[in-house]
C-alpha cells in the first residue's frame, strides 16, 4: 500500500516507482537499509514535536488569552476544539491525500500551513478571529500528521520499524512535557501570541529537513477520493461539538440543544450509511466489525475523552484555583508525561505475557479510579495529591493505550498500515474533541448552579452586583477573577472564594460523569475484545491476500486466502 519512489530529485526510469512500491505492498516495509532512515526520522519527529507541543501549550495560556482577550468559556472551548474537529474531521481525508499525491508533498503542505497560521496570530485582536486560525491549524497537523507515521513505516524494515516507532511515541511524551513548560516560560515575559510564534522556528527546521533528507512514498495503485464522506463526517463532528458547547447555556434539556445534538448525529449517521454503500469509501465502516478493531478503537476513544477533558479542567483549576502562574502550572503537570512514558514502556514489556485486553481494561480501570479521586479535590488540596492522581491517571493511559495501538495496527495488516494509523489518530482527536466538550459543559454548568448559593451571604447575593460584573462572574471563573478587581476588597475577596469554589465542585461533577464513563468503557472492551491470536488473523489473512495480489496472483486465491483469514477472525 505504501510505495518508497525513492530520494526526492533522484533519476531513474519510469517502471523502478512501481517496482518499489511492490515491494512496499508486500513486504511491509520500505527501502531496506534506506542511508538516511535514521536523519529521516529525526526529521519526522521534529514535525510531530510541533503538532503535540501546540496542544499542550494552549491550555496553559487559556487563562491569559482569556484576561487579554476577554475570550468567554465557550470561546475558550472553541479555541480548543475548532483545531480537534477540523484536525480530526480531515484525517482519513488527508492521509488518502497523501497516499494519492506523496506523502512528503503532505508533510511539506501540513507544516507550511501550520507555520503561516501560527504566524497568523500576530494580527489577531479578538477571540472570534484566534478561533478561526485554530481551525486553520488544524487543517496543517491534519496533512502532516498521517504522513509521519506512514513515512516511517515505509522507511524502515520490520526489525527496525518498532524502534523507529518507539521513538515517534516518545517526542510525543516529550511534547506534552514541553508545551506546558515553555509555554509558562513565554508568558511570563510576552504575550498570549507568543504561544504560537514558538512554532515557526520548529516549522522552519522541519521543512529543511523534509527538503533535504526525506523520501517520498506514495500508493501505486490509490482509491478514488471520497469528498461527500469528508463532507459528511468534518459537518458531523462541528455539528455535535458545537451542540454539547453550547449546551450549558442554552440548558442540557432546551429544544435547540436537542436539535444541535440530534442534526450532528444525524449528519455521522448518514457517513456512515454513505461509507458502507460507498464503492471506494474514505473510511471502511465494516472494519470496526473486526475483533480486534472495533474494541481498541472505542479504547482510544475513551480513554483520550477522559484524559483530555480532565487536563482542560485540571489546567484552569491550578491557575483560577490554586492562583499559579503559567509557568508554575505547567511544572505542575509534569506527572502526566512521565506517567505515559511509563505506562506505555510496562504495557511493551507486558505485552508478550499478558492479553491485550487485560492491559487495556486495567489502564482503563487506572484511569476511572484517578478520575473518581480528582472528584475530591478541594481548594486547597496538597500538591501531593494531586500530582499522585495525575501520576496514576496518566499511568492508566500509557498501559491502556500502547497495546491498543498495536491492536489496530495488527488488525488491519500490514497492507492497510496508513487506514490503521489514520484510524488511530481519529478516534484519538474524536475522544478529545468530546473530552473538552463534555467536561467543559458540565464544567460551566456545575459552577454556574453551585455559584448562587455561595453568594447568598451578599447583599442580594448574584443578582446584587454591578449587571456588568455579575454576567461575567456567572460566565466562567476566568472572567470572575477578572471582574472582582472593580469590587471591594471584602466583596471581591467572598466572590473569587465563592468562584473557586463553585468551580471545584463543577470539577467534581464532571470528573465523576468521567469516571463512570471510563468504567462502563472498560466492562465493554472487556466483554467485547477477544484474544490477541484471534483479533490478529483476519489482519494476517488480509495482508497474505494483499501479498498475492501485489505479486499478480490470481483474484480467486487471494479472496479465499482473505476469507479464510476472515473465517478465523470471527
Known amino acids: 500500500m505504501h510505495g518508497m519512489h525513492g530520494m526526492h530529485g533522484s533519476g531513474g526510469g519510469g517502471e523502478r516507482p512501481k517496482a518499489s512500491t511492490i515491494r512496499a505492498k508486500t513486504s511491509g516495509g520500505g527501502v531496506e537499509g534506506h542511508p538516511r532512515r535514521w536523519w529521516a526520522l529525526a526529521v519526522i519527529d521534529v514535525c510531530l514535536l510541533v503538532v503535540t507541543m501546540d496542544n499542550t501549550i494552549l491550555n496553559v495560556a487559556l487563562p491569559t488569552i482569556s484576561r487579554q482577550l476577554g475570550a468567554s468559556g465557550s470561546q475558550l472551548q472553541w479555541m480548543v476544539d475548532a483545531y480537534i474537529v477540523v484536525f480530526a474531521g480531515l484525517l482519513l481525508t488527508a492521509g488518502t491525500l497523501g497516499d494519492r499525491l506523496g506523502r512528503r508533498r503532505m508533510l511539506l503542505a501540513g507544516l507550511s500551513v501550520f507555520g503561516l497560521a501560527s504566524a497568523a496570530t500576530v494580527f489577531v485582536s479578538n477571540p472570534d478571529q484566534l478561533i478561526v486560525i485554530r481551525g486553520v491549524m488544524g487543517l496543517g497537523g491534519a496533512l502532516l500528521m498521517p504522513a509521519t507515521l506512514s513515512l516511517i513505516t515505509n522507511l524502515f524494515s520490520e526489525k527496525e520499524r518498532p524502534r523507529a516507532i518507539a521513538t515517534w511515541a516518545a517526542v510525543s511524551g516529550v511534547g506534552m512535557v514541553l508545551g506546558p513548560i515553555v509555554g509558562g516560560l513565554l508568558l511570563e515575559s510576552f504575550s498570549w501570541n507568543a504561544v504560537f510564534l514558538v512554532n515557526l522556528p520548529i516549522v522552519a527546521v522541519g521543512l529543511a529537513g523534509t ?55 444525524g449528519l455521522l449517521v448518514a457517513f456512515g450509511l454513505w461509507e458502507l454503500h460507498n464503492t471506494t469509501p474514505m473510511f ?26 480532565g487536563m482542560f479542567a485540571l489546567t484552569q483549576y491550578l491557575q483560577f484555583v490554586w492562583g499559579q502562574r503559567p509557568l508554575q502550572a505547567g511544572l505542575s503537570m509534569l506527572p502526566v508525561a512521565f506517567g505515559v512514558v511509563a505506562g506505555s514502556m510496562a504495557a511493551t514489556k507486558l505485552m508478550p505475557r499478558i492479553a491485550t485486553k487485560y492491559l487495556i481494561v486495567a489502564g482503563m480501570v487506572g484511569i476511572s479510579v484517578s478520575l473518581a479521586l480528582i472528584s475530591r479535590l478541594t481548594v486547597d488540596s496538597p500538591y501531593v495529591a494531586f500530582a499522585a492522581v495525575l501520576s496514576f491517571m496518566s499511568l492508566g493511559m500509557g498501559l491502556a493505550m500502547a497495546p491498543a495501538t498495536d491492536a489496530i495496527m495488527g488488525a488491519v495488516g500490514k497492507a492497510r498500515a496508513g487506514v490503521g494509523s489514520a484510524t488511530n489518530d481519529t478516534t484519538r482527536e474524536l475522544g478529545s474533541a468530546m473530552g473538552v466538550a463534555v467536561f467543559g459543559s458540565i464544567v460551566s454548568s456545575g459552577y454556574r448552579d453551585a455559584l448562587v448559593p455561595r453568594l447568598a451571604s451578599l447583599p442580594g447575593g448574584l443578582a446584587g452586583l454591578p449587571p456588568g460584573i455579575g454576567h461575567a462572574v456567572r460566565d466562567s471563573i476566568g472572567a470572575a477573577v477578572v471582574a472582582v478587581g472593580a469590587l471591594p476588597g471584602d466583596t471581591g475577596a467572598t466572590v473569587v472564594a465563592a468562584a473557586r469554589e463553585a468551580f471545584v465542585s463543577g470539577m467534581s461533577s464532571a470528573t465523576l460523569i468521567g469516571a463512570a464513563v471510563v468504567a462502563v468503557g472498560a466492562v465493554i472492551v472487556l466483554m467485547w475484545m477477544p484474544g490477541r491470536a484471534r483479533a490478529s488473523a483476519g489482519a494476517e489473512a488480509e495482508s497474505a491476500a494483499a501479498e498475492s495480489a501485489a505479486l499478480g496472483a490470481e483474484p480467486a486465491v487471494a479472496m479465499a486466502v482473505t476469507r479464510a483469514g476472515e473465517g478465523a477472525a470471527g
Do not use: K
Open 211 to 265: 527538503v533535504l533528507l526525506m523520501p517520498e512514498s506514495r500508493d501505486a495503485h490509490p482509491d478514488r477520493l471520497d469528498p461527500v464522506g469528508a463532507v459528511l463526517s468534518i459537518a458531523g463532528l462541528a455539528t455535535l461539538v458545537f451542540g454539547i458547547i453550547e449546551a450549558p447555556g442554552a440548558g442540557w434539556t432546551a429544544p435547540e440543544t436537542f436539535l444541535r445534538v440530534g442534526v450532528g448525529l
Open 284 to 309: 471502511d465502516i465494516r472494519l470496526f466489525a473486526r475483533p480486534g478493531f472495533g474494541p481498541t478503537s472505542f479504547a482510544e476513544t475513551v480513554a483520550h475523552f477522559a484524559l483530555v477533558g
